[in-house]
């Protein structure tokens, strides 16, 4: 049974150009939720995704945007990426009826911007 | 919004003594408490979790503590190991099923052989 997986591992970007960030869900889950975290700190959450749409959303700008697709599968995209995006990108997936039990976390993507 | 204080930030112990790390939160309707350790390079891992109708939880050398009242958790490693060096996150958040997670600021648990 495959957990959730993200791609990709590993990113360099410029200051200014955009990323496309994925994540496929633990088999069986339906809400996908995004979070940040930078070295040395704890995940912050971005947003989270059920039936395609953003159900939640941290305190981030709008350069942050996502998507779902109808397999649950999502998206994180930023926009006009700053030095200060660098961090760890972490996708968790989780069961809407599941009353809060089976958060998991995907590996993660690293993202540097130079 | 919720803010979750973690202390403390580094924690050094000897093989076989028991580790405290200690958590505070602001959301009085806060009513979920999971602890994540994340090791070096992967994902945060759940080992252990309460919810806010009971006051602890114990699974073999981990427990967690809870009081309401005062807004504390508490995770209680024992007879440490090795392979209990991690980075350590207690995280809060109100179980509606679409959960969002409030996390402190880790702690990095050293234990020496």
């Known amino acids: 049974d495959a957990g959730v997986t993200q791609s990709p591992t590993h990113l360099i970007k410029t200051r200014g150009q955009q990323v496309t960030l994925r994540c496929s869900p633990k088999s069986g889950h339906d809400t996908v939720s995004w979070y940040q975290q930078a070295l040395g700190q704890g995940p912050q959450f971005i947003f989270q995704?059920?039936?395609?749409?953003?159900?939640q959303r941290g305190n981030f700008p709008d350069r942050f945007s996502g998507h779902q697709f109808p397999n649950y599968s999502s998206e994180l995209n930023v926009n006009a990426l700053l030095l200060g995006d660098s961090a760890l990108y972490l996708c968790a997936s989780s069961f809407s009826q599941g009353g809060g039990y089976g958060y998991t976390f995907g590996s993660g993507t690293r993202l540097t911007v130079v | 919004g919720e803010n979750v204080e973690q202390h403390p930030s580094t924690l050094s112990v000897q093989e076989g003594d028991s580790a405290v790390i200690k958590c505070t939160y602001s959301?009085?309707?806060?009513?979920?408490f999971p602890w994540y350790k994340q090791e070096l390079g992967k994902r945060p891992q759940l080992i252990i979790d309460?919810?806010?109708?009971?006051g602890e939880k114990k699974d073999q050398r981990i427990a967690v503590t809870l009081n309401k009242t005062a807004k504390h958790f508490s995770l209680h490693i024992t007879e440490t190991q090795p392979e209990d060096s991690a980075v350590y996150f207690c995280?809060?958040?109100?179980?509606?099923?679409?959960?969002?997670?409030?996390f402190g600021t880790g702690t990095r648990l050293l234990v020496s052989p």
């Open positions: 309460i919810r806010s109708n009971v």
């Open positions: 995280a809060a958040s109100i179980d509606t099923g679409f959960q969002k997670l409030v």
């Open positions: 995704y059920y039936e395609e749409e953003e159900r």
């Open positions: 959301d009085s309707a806060s009513n979920y």
